[in-house]
Nanobody, 124 residues
Framework: QVQLVESGGGLMQAGGSLRLSCAAS????????MGWFRQAPGKEREFVAA????????NYADSVKGRFTISRDNAKNTVYVQMNSLKPEDTAVYHC?????????????????WGQGTQVTVSS
């Protein structure tokens, strides 16, 4: 079964950087798209970024374009999101997700497997 384990969250001041990791196991992920979503207290889950494992195609939410970069390491079966110029509004629980043979979609319905999440808190 697919297992996704996020790490790298924490407390950071505005303007700082964090790198989140998502270690994936249980499948061969070459036909998967991997996504990052976030959910702040009292708000709906929102798309952050996604990458197609096979060719590295990416998709970003407008709110993070130019600040966040998603990448993958095939050898480690790990997906990353480098988050720079963090803002207080980036505060949320960040979840990794995996979807089989989907386009690089921002729709959460495209992802069947989800991790437990890692908390990111950005202070002003």
């Amino acid at each position: 079964q697919v297992q996704l384990v996020e790490s790298g969250g924490g407390l950071m001041q505005a303007g700082g950087s964090l790198r989140l990791s998502c270690a994936a196991s249980g499948r061969t992920f070459s036909s998967y798209t991997m996504g990052w979503f976030r959910q702040a207290p009292g708000k709906e889950r929102e798309f952050v970024a996604a990458i197609r494992w096979s060719d590295g195609s990416t998709n970003y939410a407008d709110s993070v374009k130019g600040r966040f970069t998603i990448s993958r390491d095939n050898a480690k079966n790990t997906v990353y999101v480098q988050m720079n110029s963090l803002k207080p509004e980036d505060t949320a629980v960040y979840h990794c997700a995996a979807g089989w043979r989907v386009v690089v979609t921002s729709r959460s319905q495209g992802y069947a497997h989800w991790g437990q999440g890692t908390q990111v808190t950005v202070s002003s």
